[in-house]
């Protein structure tokens, strides 16, 4: 077989037109094999008649292993990659030449050495013919087989041989080997190597696979020959069962990544709003998202260490005055009007403050429950404000303004921005709509990057809008202190004089100011002609200042109604303890003794104190309710009933109601957003004092989830500019954090000052509600661990303390100035390597120097690619031309055009410098390979090129 | 592995493979095919499976890819690409205005030559830095 096999190969190559690498090593295969076998024959014929070359070579390019000659019937080719076998192999030839070594001692070290550097090779090699192996996979799988069962028994076999057969046969084998000069077995092994290298990257290469078939044929018959097979036995189906694992695991991985997408709440949901609507109406979907989370785990702690314990291990409702609604309220604690301002039987249920006990440890567990609400209502503090910082600091890593995201934003949304995975219709239209609008964001920022301006006017316009709001915030602001000064005043007069006007005076003017100031902002900031990212910002910082207003004025409502209530309580608390001592003195004195049994009254009936802290839970409450319900109405009147009418009431009017007037409502970010995170300073205000609050507030979130995607999607239209948000939500997270600061201080504050009622809630009968802490520390912990409060207390070790964290703020900082500035000054660089890169393609004359004589030393005649005619024309070209598909233009889609389709793929270009190693190239000269070929040359990119990718490639053309 | 004894007749392959929603099914299935017009043998499918699945290398897929966007193949991106790229990838949603900016901004990013049109080196290197063009660009099979 072999002969014709060589003649064969040797046309194939030909044929096919293999270059680099491939092609000029077959020849110089070729030829020296042929070389080697006339010099091999003559020897070999006087020893063994039936040896045929093929055999002969292959022994030649093995391991010289003595043993191998058992075999020679059938030219079986060695497994060099089963390591199980080679070991076998090793020992054979160990217990072999042992033998032999008797006879020729100095023979066998010579072999053994040989041998050695053999297994070195292979070694090196062995990942290649991995690779190749997998390459071959399932077209070979069943021959490889069949070559394992075969050595199988050929090993057998070898094993009986006897020992004086194998010494003859090493002697032969001894002089085969003189007739290989090194240099020449080298090369050969070189070869073998870049067949199988090619074997291993033929993947890589965008060949039709008709070529790739006959090229890995050949290769793989070469190698077998001169090496053996690539697979066989154990060895192989390790290797198959690996292979099958890896696979295995890529699919588990891919199958977790789903998975795990699939855990992201909301995901898909805030996905198709993105899609339609731009990523900055998904900006706040995200933060809501977020939102939910942080309320989550405020919820478990809430729920977790305060509200369930009570419910499990308290005493239970109707046991004690503070959880029994009073028996005059009793009629008609269960009313709805009632129970919709959260008295009646809310007042008394575990949603609030009031309804705990102030038993120090409750149930079998001895849950310290006054420690634990007071820790709970400190820790969901500590929490919220680690978590937002922690999170900013995430994000500001992730990066910046959202604006620059690299220096290919549109190439990369037109190339890459596809999924191919897609074969669904429903997200193939999401994934259209979210293409669009990605571009219109980008094509947004690149309008305002190339808007060419008036500055001056531009500047003038802005500071005049910056006046106007100024004025009108110092207004609002006025107003509300005004409006709040003469409520207090209508406090102090009689309710009945009043109107309903002036009762409701506060509330009137905020939520005029709300509604109007918005709006108001919004038309001012036309001047400004900000970016509509930017001009976001700015309107979530002033309507957040108009916020803070509210904010203000509710608070100083809150206290002087907690102050009426602590006066009240003080007198009811006087009153009580009096009528204690009376029904004391009365007793004893009635039936003449000093033991008082416990006045026996009914808890409904005790008299109770007005309990301020429920109070203003309460208030917490009705006001995250009515939010709820204003938010929730504002969305079905403003904008479902708006759609609804725009979209049905078109038919019959006399203008076009959805391009005109009305249209259809826009998302209002900023509005919803400060709506988020005041409804959070209020949950974070409020949860103290009503523990239930956490609880609804996960309602609210959760619902307006479901009802605000809804709405955005079937009642909202997409704003008119599109715009990114920024790729963090930072701006949104830092007017979270001021919200929490500024919820933070008046909780602290209560806490720390206030004496909480005498008769409700867990600390009541304690003088302040951080005593709780100090009793704690006294009676249950150790000795030390108060002297070590003691100490941490000291103001001789809180002001080092406070000295070094200044210190270390201060060197954080400094060191974050630092790295900033390399920041800057890299992408600096990156833009001018950029830049310069350009500069050198466009002009001939290289601003680089040092390139350009580089580029003038290279032998570029040498390295332009493989003429014309090594590669005939490729057939699949040229049946094009005929007939031409739909989707070519005629004018386009030329003859000559196409011939070079395939090919100058890999159109090189003049300037760029060799990176890369393509083997050595021959090719006649004057191969035009300009940027532009004309059509009929520039063939010469060849094939072999387009592997490389344009990456590097040869020198410019210089014929 | 004898394509050619498999060697299928002509058929359109495309509706097979899921692929109905990709808005340049037509260009994947002519690039792959011998013949340019979408008619598909045994060998070309597995060319297009063996250059779309995952395992496939960069830089093989970057070829694929630049054909495929290639849509006159005469081996440049140029504007007229473009903008049948652009329209296939957005329905045509965008204004002529629109198009023809994101066109020359595309141009203009990734042209390091200067010839106003995308030569595959060019291509190569927008796309090497492209953070999901592998991702994207593969099917699962």
Known sequence: ?959 | MRGNDLKQAWQRMYTMIGKEENPFRDRIVETFSEDGLGNLSFNDFVDMFSALCETSPRELKTIYAFKIYDFNRDSFICKEDLRKTLNKLTKGDLTPEEVTLVCDKSIEEADLDGDSKLSFSDFENMISKAPDFLSNFHVRI
């Open chain 1, 1 to 959: 077989m072999p002969p014709k096999r060589k003649s064969n190969i040797s046309i194939n190559i030909e044929d096919v037109g293999m270059e680099v690498d491939a092609s000029d090593s077959g020849s110089e295969v070729e030829a020296r094999r042929k070389a080697k076998n006339r010099r091999a024959k003559p020897q070999r014929k006087a020893k063994r008649v039936s040896d045929d070359d093929d055999e002969d070579e292959e022994e030649e390019d093995e391991d010289q292993s003595p043993r191998k000659r058992g075999r020679k019937k059938k030219a079986k080719p060695r497994d060099s990659e089963d390591d199980e076998d080679e070991e076998e192999d090793n020992r054979n030839v160990k217990r072999k030449s042992s033998k032999a070594s008797r006879k020729k001692a100095k023979d066998e070290s010579d072999e053994e050495s040989e041998d050695e550097r053999e297994k070195k090779k292979k070694g090196a090699s062995k990942k290649d013919k991995e690779e190749s192996n997998k390459e071959k996979g399932k077209g070979k799988g069943k021959q490889g087989k069949d070559v394992g069962a075969e050595k199988d028994k050929k090993k057998k076999k070898n094993r009986k041989l006897s020992s004086s057969f194998e010494e003859e046969e090493e002697e032969e084998e001894k002089s085969d080997e003189e007739s290989l000069s090194e240099g020449e077995m080298a090369a050969l092994k070189e070869e073998v190597e870049e067949k199988k290298k090619l074997i291993a990257t033929l993947r890589n290469k965008p060949w039709r696979m008709k070529r790739r078939l006959t090229l890995l044929k050949e290769a793989q018959d070469f190698v077998e020959k001169f090496e053996g097979a690539l697979g066989k036995g154990k060895g192989r189906k390790l290797f198959a069962f690996k292979v099958m694992m890896a696979k295995k695991l890529i699919k588990f991985k891919r199958d977790f990544e789903n998975f795990k997408t699939a855990c992201i709440p909301w995901e898909r949901k805030i996905k198709d709003v993105e899609s339609h609507f731009g990523s900055s109406v998904a900006s706040y979907f995200i933060f809501l998202r977020w939102m939910y989370g942080l309320n989550m785990v405020l919820l478990g702690l809430m729920f977790g260490l305060v509200v369930v314990p009570e419910v499990l291990m308290g005493l239970p409702y109707g046991s004690i005055p503070r959880k029994t609604v009073p028996r005059e309220e009793q009629a008609t604690a269960m009313d709805y009007s009632v129970l919709s301002d959260f008295e009646g039987y809310f007042k008394y249920s575990i949603l609030f403050y009031g309804y705990y006990n102030n038993e120090r440890q409750i149930g079998l567990l001895k849950f310290r429950l006054p420690l634990s609400y007071l820790l709970v209502g400190v820790g969901i503090f500590g929490y919220s404000l680690m978590v937002v910082i922690r999170t900013m600091a995430r994000n500001a890593n992730e990066g910046g303004d959202g604006g620059d995201e690299g220096d290919f934003t549109f190439s990369w949304k037109m190339f890459t921005s596809w999924d191919y995975l897609i074969g669904n219709s429903e997200t193939a239209d999401n994934k259209y709509a979210s293409i669009t609008t990605s571009f219109k964001e980008s094509i947004v920022d690149e309008q305002m990057n190339q808007k060419d301006e008036n500055i001056h006017l531009r500047r003038f316009l802005r500071v005049l809008a910056n006046v106007l709001i100024l004025l009108c915030l110092g207004g609002s602001g006025y107003l509300i202190y005004y409006v709040v000064k003469r409520s207090q005043v209508f406090a102090n007069m009689n309710k009945d004089d009043l109107t309903w006007m002036e009762k409701n005076e506060v509330e009137f003017v905020m939520s005029l100011l709300g509604l109007v100031c918005p709006p108001l902002f919004e038309a001012i900031a036309e001047l400004e002609d900000y970016h509509p990212r930017i001009a976001l910002k700015w309107q979530l910082g002033r309507i957040f200042a108009l916020f803070l207003g509210n904010l203000y004025t509710f608070l100083f409502a809150l206290f002087d109604e907690v102050n009426a209530k602590l006066e009240s309580e003080k007198d009811i608390k006087n009153a009580t303890i009096l009528a204690l001592h009376e029904y004391a003195a009365n007793y004893s004195s009635f039936y003449n003794t000093t033991v008082v049994p416990p006045q026996n009254v009914h808890p409904a009936d005790v008299i109770r104190g007005p309990c301020w802290e429920t109070a203003v839970g309460k208030e917490f409450v009705k006001l995250t309710v009515s939010d709820i319900q204003v938010t929730y109405l504002t969305i079905l009147v403003g904008d479902f009933l708006r759609a609804v009418i725009v979209r049905f009431l078109n038919y019959c009017w006399c203008w076009d109601l959805e391009a005109g007037f009305p249209s259809y409502g826009e998302f209002d970010i900023s509005g919803n957003v400060l709506g988020l995170i005041f409804n959070q300073g209020m949950i974070w205000m409020g949860a103290f004092y009503a523990p239930g609050l956490v609880g609804l507030n996960i309602l609210r979130l959760l619902s307006s989830m479901y009802f605000q995607c809804w709405a955005v999607m079937c009642t909202n239209v997409p704003h008119e500019r599109v715009f990114k948000a920024s790729g963090s939500n930072n701006f949104y997270m830092g007017l979270l954090l001021l919200v929490l600061f500024l919820s933070l201080l008046p909780v602290v504050y209560t806490i720390m000052t206030l004496s909480p009622s005498f008769d409700c809630g867990p600390f009541s009968g304690q003088e302040k509600m951080y005593d709780v802490v100090m009793e704690t520390i006294d009676q249950d912990l150790p000795a030390f661990i108060g002297n070590i409060f003691l100490y941490a207390t000291n103001p001789g070790l809180i002001m080092p303390a406070v000295l070094l964290m200044v210190l270390a703020l201060y060197y954080l900082n400094a060191v974050s100035k630092g790295y900033q500035q390399a920041n800057i000054d890299l992408k600096k660089k990156m833009q001018m390597a950029r830049d310069e890169e350009k500069n050198r393609r466009n002009n001939k004359d290289s601003t680089n120097q040092v390139m350009k004589d580089l580029e003038d030393l290279l032998p570029n005649k040498s390295l332009i690619p493989p003429a014309a005619e090594e590669e005939p024309p490729p057939p699949d070209v040229v049946v094009d031309k005929g007939s031409r598909s739909p989707k070519v233009k005629p004018g386009a889609a030329g003859k000559g055009v196409h011939l070079q389709r395939d090919v100058s793929l890999a159109a090189p270009n003049p300037r760029d410098p060799v990176t890369r190693d393509l083997g050595p190239r021959r090719g006649p000269p004057g191969n035009a390979m300009g940027p532009q070929p004309g059509p009929g040359k520039g063939r010469g990119g060849g094939r072999g090129g387009g592997r490389g990718g344009g990456r590097g490639r040869g020198g410019p053309p210089r014929p």
